[in-house]
């Protein structure tokens, strides 16, 4: 027997981490909706598999906590159990050796108290509130977009049908193929088995192929009137549904041209005008009317109310935070709203051969950050107070502003502007930090022991976040919270007939997201107007193959090589080819016809 | 046209079709259990999987599409040992308590069990608790569920109720009312069509067979028998009786072997209904202010259904009993004066293909000062009696008199469509004077979900309608409030099919057997020498001896009763 050996993995450990591999995955698409009880069951017999068995509150405690699980999970538990249960999980938190026990017991706490209401009904009524969502990828789109569908349809060929299966939940098909933040991949089931599959890619497949697909008819005419204040995602998707169940609506924009956040937010080289302008004409096909270059003020909005049966506010969030430091008011430090804005009406600010900094991690910092570099900047840095994995942008995003030479200049916060004598910005003085203890998911930045560093710079553009410009309404009387206009789950606000949503009411946020709020809001206004339009589902979906495909690696988007593209405004991603479009949406396991969904179709049949 | 082979066999099938329906199509059988044509294809039980050429995993062949080219083997050992699993782990969570299941016997999970040759259960036994009311006419036994969804999907497709629902995920996710609701308090109409689909024991109707043997053998009591019309029609599927010996006259004779007084038809009492409501068809429409419909009353699952889904509408609801509760009535009234008998003493029975029956004999708004009707028993329930008697010698018997004299137009009451036709046949004739052909209105039969006719009668055209099954009667309500149709009387029956469809009757698991039952009462109507309810001579002389005339005041209070009174 040797005195050491060097340690090689066997094959035990390679199954063992296999195991804990596919744990992982599983853990990453685990349904939020499923039983909480069970899930906490099977979270500490897990944790009690890690243990190593010397401390009694690891060992025998995890091991009661199990027992008492189970035993709710049987219907024989009584509320003494649910007692028993958070005592012992206390105790367990508070004298486990180590975090094996204490962190167990310490995530069971968090659960009960999470689901209390679910831990009692388990107990009281035996029955469990849950309810499984068949389709996780619908069910995790905001808009719940028939996501299998139309992916069989596009697997078919069958382009403009996908594109009209988009369109009944969400009028921005060609946008959100280019800009979707695709929350509905994070929840695709294919996790389990190798990666989600691509569906903003696929939907770019469809979009592209689609070619002009005509929107659908109205309904008969209900003589009601709606006046949408704000022409972006959610006041456009309201608009386009209202106008579908037959209302006539009327949409007043601010600025010169539709489309939002959209035209004035996302850059160019993510979301070419030729897509945008496709989707905003086939909602306006539909006979919405537009007034542009109409901003509403308290008079205007008075007349709205008097004017219209119901009126949506879906202003957006186009004000912005000044960056908070002595010298933000120089000439040359922008905000990235007005940058982005200017970008959207065609006059770009000259940065060519400027020295330029970005303060911001999001993906508004990373949208500038590119921009800049495609006017020509000398070079450009983007400074953040944090970790770049700390950074709320894509990880894409980061990683393609990096390939086009710009650089991430992180835990760093900005402490003042420094100007020249002629009052312009000569340099932006930041000051190291240091990771701290976790806040909200993420380490709470700290000032460091270190010196401050000068960062010289021609120009200043803040990107750390967007305001409602919510002042006008709150004036007439309609509730907001820190700029939000304040409205309920269904968008209703406190104003009666005033509907808002979008990021106006929950402060900055995605297309999606918007979409949803438009979506909700159509369906809410049509009923304060007293009618119960059910939009149908028109489009029959391909029928599920009997297998698809095994293991098999995701083709990703490509992009145009950084250095071609980092000098235009072109289309940066490139289009999959039809090869990698069918072996893709064969990846697809379509959830609407196995598993749950097989149950009531996998689909609804109207909204 | 998908072409593929099935266990080396080619066939070809119109694209959509299942690998199922595919075998079946060319003569292979694949065994299934949760799998109901078109109304439940969800892949649960896995009993029916297949092995596809290529496949990694096996496919269940309910739900997978044929497809060109596909290689499928259907018996194969990886197949059978898959199915054998399945079912024992199925039975893991099984009350397996054969002898004393009212489904024992007629149990699709048993037949696939024998046909796997399942000798053992190696699974440790985890059946659900059953929480539930013993005592509500529909009882679910968890403890026997095996979460196949088909009570779910036909409660809401077929009836659009949606009282059941799957609830729960993961291992405790399970078959339940809809948010958990006590069964009481549920818009549950009691049409039993989850009873009828159900492959197992657990849904079924209360048994009520221990307090029907009691009152017979009780000496003081004089037990009074009534048979509906759609009983005769399925009575023998469920003791194994072919329809060639399971004659009416048989059904007859086999129910006095049970030791009961009397048995009468209900037949005779649907003739009564048609002078009651047609009477009452006339009157509404001579004297209402619009042009709202009357609606028949005789379906309890379809009163149950409009006072919890439309109750605005209950007004225009006959005020008509129906048939089972008119026979009740007359029993305990002018039967008991005829044979001298205090209607106290009357045990009145009634043999119903319903379970929503069971619920109506006990509205108290609905009875009189006597209960009209003691027991109800299901067709199931009468056959479970006559399980032990050899039925098939049993020469034909008549029913008794006067009670078991009646028309052709009572015993199609059993049929969708059959209420609609009877009243036809006798307005016409109170309108006329004169007795159309009988046979003049038998367009109205079919087994469409919502059928509709104009009749001109005498110059008056007649619009009417006619609605099978809850989802139908729903689409026909929804459209009538708001105002897109107009008929002048409506006829509705919660089962599919109507009462030869109904909840109550004998089950034979994947068959829809209203169309055929319904077939079986239209030949009887053909062969009775009276075909109108109005020439139906024991009802005329209940009417000259006892009543006086249609809805005159003895009528009402026997008869009719006020659907407003009561609500749910």
């Known amino acids: 027997m040797n005195r050491l050996d060097i340690i090689r993995e066997g094959s035990a450990e390679t199954a063992i981490r296999g195991l804990y591999d596919d744990l992982a995955r599983r853990g990453a698409v685990a349904p939020a909706s499923n039983c909480p009880v069970e899930q906490a069951a099977a979270f500490v017999k897990l944790c009690l598999s890690q243990s190593c068995g010397k401390c009694v509150p690891c060992r025998v405690g995890l091991r009661q906590l199990s027992a008492i699980l189970d035993r709710i999970l049987d219907g024989q538990g009584t509320a003494g159990d649910l007692t028993l249960l958070r005592s012992l999980a206390s105790a367990i938190a508070d004298s486990a050796d180590c975090v094996i026990g204490s962190e167990a017991a310490r995530s069971l706490l968090g659960s009960m108290n999470a689901f209390e209401g679910d831990f009692r009904s388990h107990v009281e009524a035996g029955r469990c509130t849950a309810a499984f969502e068949p389709v996780p990828c619908k069910a995790g789109c905001p808009a719940h977009v028939d996501i299998p569908g139309y992916i069989a349809l596009t697997k078919a060929g069958r382009y403009a049908d996908a594109v009209r299966l988009i369109r009944e939940d969400n009028p921005f098909p060609a946008a959100c193929a280019l800009v979707c ?337 438009g979506k909700t809001a159509a369906a809410n206004i049509d009923k304060y107007l007293g009618f119960e339009h059910r939009l149908p589902r028109a489009v029959s979906v391909p029928a599920a193959a009997s297998a698809s495909l095994g293991p098999w690696g995701r083709v990703n988007l490509s992009e145009r090589r950084a250095e071609e593209r980092r000098d235009d405004f072109d289309l940066m991603e490139l289009n999959m080819t039809e090869q990698e479009a069918r072996q893709e949406c064969s990846r697809c396991l379509r959830c609407d016809h196995y598993g749950l969904g097989a149950f009531r179709g996998g689909r609804s049949e109207q909204w | 046209m998908v072409n593929l082979t099935i266990n080396g066999k080619a066939v070809s099938v119109p694209e959509g079709t299942t690998i199922l329906e595919a075998a079946r199509q060319t003569g292979v059988h694949i065994p299934t259990l949760c799998y109901l044509k078109h109304l439940n294809e969800v892949g649960a039980c896995r009993v029916c999987v297949v092995e596809v050429e290529g496949s990694q995993k096996l496919s269940a062949a309910c739900n997978t599409a044929a497809e060109e080219g596909m290689s499928v083997r259907t018996d194969t050992p990886r197949v059978r040992q898959a199915r054998k699993t399945n079912v024992q782990l199925i039975l893991s969570q099984h009350n397996v308590a054969c002898t004393s299941c009212p489904r024992g016997g007629n149990c699709s999970l048993q037949d696939v069990a024998r046909e796997l040759n ?332 919502w059928r509709e006719y104009t009749f001109t009668v005498k110059d008056l055209p007649l619009k009417i309608a006619v609605a099978t099954g809850l989802a139908s009667a729903r689409m026909l309500m929804t459209a009538l409030k708001k105002g897109e149709v107009q008929y002048d009387f409506i006829e509705v029956m919660a089962c599919p099919g109507g009462c030869a469809g109904g909840g109550g009757q004998p089950i034979r698991d994947g068959c829809e057997l209203a169309g055929e039952r319904g077939k079986r009462l239209y030949q009887l109507d053909r062969e009775n020498p009276i075909r109108f309810s109005h020439e139906n001579p024991s009802v005329q002389a209940l009417y000259k001896d006892y009543l006086g005339a249609p809805l005159s005041e003895k009528a009402h209070h026997l008869l009719h009763t006020e659907q407003t009174a009561w609500k749910l």
């Open chain 1, 181 to 517: 933040e695709h929350p509905c991949e994070h929840r695709c089931r294919r996790n389990m088995v190798d990666d989600a599959v691509n569906i903003r890619g696929i939907k770019r497949m469809a979009v592209d192929k689609a070619g002009d697909v005509p929107a659908p008819t109205p309904m008969a005419d209900t003589g009601k009137k709606v006046a949408v204040v704000g022409g972006g995602p959610s006041g456009l998707t309201a608009a386009y549904y209202l106008r579908l169940m037959g209302h006539s609506v009327t949409v007043f924009e601010q600025r010169n041209k539709l489309g939002g956040m959209m035209r004035y937010g996302i850059p160019r080289y993510r979301l070419p005008d030729k897509y945008l302008d496709g989707d905003i004409d086939a909602i306006l096909s539909t006979g919405v009317e537009v007034h542009t270059d109409v901003s509403v003020t308290g008079g205007t909005f008075q007349w709205l109310k008097g004017e219209f049966d119901a009126v949506y506010l879906a202003i957006g969030a186009h004000s912005y935070r000044p960056l908070g430091v002595p010298g933000d008011d120089a000439e040359n430090v922008l905000s990235a709203v007005e940058l982005l804005r200017a970008m959207g009406d065609g006059q770009a600010p000259d940065l060519k051969g400027k020295r330029v900094v970005i303060v911001g991690g999001g993906n508004v910092a990373m949208d500038c950050t590119r921009t800049a570099m495609r006017l020509g900047a000398r070079s450009v840095q983007c400074v953040y107070r944090r970790r770049q994995a700390d950074m709320t942008a894509l990880a894409e995003e980061v990683e393609g502003a990096i390939a086009e030479h710009c650089e991430m200049v992180t835990m760093m916060a900005p402490v003042r502007v420094e100007t020249d004598g002629s009052g312009k910005v000569a340099a932006l003085v930041v000051q190291p930090q240091i990771p701290g203890a976790y806040d909200g998911g993420r380490p709470k930045p700290a000032r460091a022991d270190r010196d401050e560093v000068r960062i010289e710079c021609d120009v200043v553009i803040g990107a750390i976040g967007q305001v409602v410009d919510s002042a006008p309404f709150a004036a007439e009387g309609v509730p907001t919270r820190r700029n939000n206009i304040q409205s309920d789950t269904g968008t209703l606000t406190e104003v009666d007939g005033v509907f808002s949503g979008g990021d106006c009411a929950s402060g900055p946020s995605t297309v999606i997201r918007a979409v949803e709020a």
């Open chain 2, 118 to 449: 399942l000798l053992e259960e190696p699974f440790e036994k985890m059946p659900l608790p059953p929480r539930w009311d013993r005592t509500f006419p529909l009882i679910r036994d968890n403890s026997k569920c095996i979460q196949c969804l088909r009570c779910v999907n036909v409660c809401d497709r077929m009836q659009s109720m949606k009282v059941w629902e799957f609830s729960g995920t993961g291992r405790g996710a399970h078959v339940s009312t809809r948010d958990g609701v006590d069964i009481h308090d549920i818009n549950c109409a009691l049409c039993g069509q989850c009873i009828t689909h159900c492959p197992v024991g657990a849904l079924s109707a209360r048994d009520d067979t221990a307090r029907v043997l009691s009152a017979i053998a009780d000496p003081d009591k004089v037990v009074v028998v009534q048979i509906a019309p759609a009983v005769r029609a399925a009575w023998g599927d469920e003791i194994g009786l072919p329809p060639e010996l399971a004659t009416e006259k048989r059904m007859a004779a086999a129910v006095r072997t049970l030791g009961v007084d009397y048995v009468f038809d209900t037949n005779f009492s649907a003739d009564l209904t048609i002078m009651e409501e047609g009477s009452e068809l006339i009157e509404h429409l001579k004297t209402r202010k619009g042009n709202e419909a009357m609606f028949t009353s005789c379906c309890p699952g379809w009163v149950r259904f409009l006072k919890l889904e439309f109750p605005e509408l209950v007004p225009q609801l006959s005020s008509a009993k129906s048939p089972q509760q008119m026979f009740g009535a007359v029993t305990k009234s002018y039967f008991a004066d005829l044979i001298k008998v205090d209607p106290e003493k009357i045990f009145c029975v009634s043999v119903m293909p319903c379970s929503a029956k069971k619920y109506e004999c006990d509205v108290e708004a609905v009875n009189d000062a006597a209960k009209d009707v003691d027991v109800v028993l299901t067709t199931r329930e009468l056959g479970r009696l006559l399980r032990g008697t050899d039925v098939a010698a049993l020469p034909e018997e008549e029913f008794d008199q006067p009670l078991g004299t009646a028309s052709g137009a009572g015993v199609i009451f059993g049929a969708t469509g059959g209420v609609m036709e009877a009243a036809l046949r006798s307005a016409y004739y109170l309108l006329t004077g004169d007795n159309p052909d009988a046979d003049a209105f038998s367009e109205v039969r079919g087994l469409q979900g």
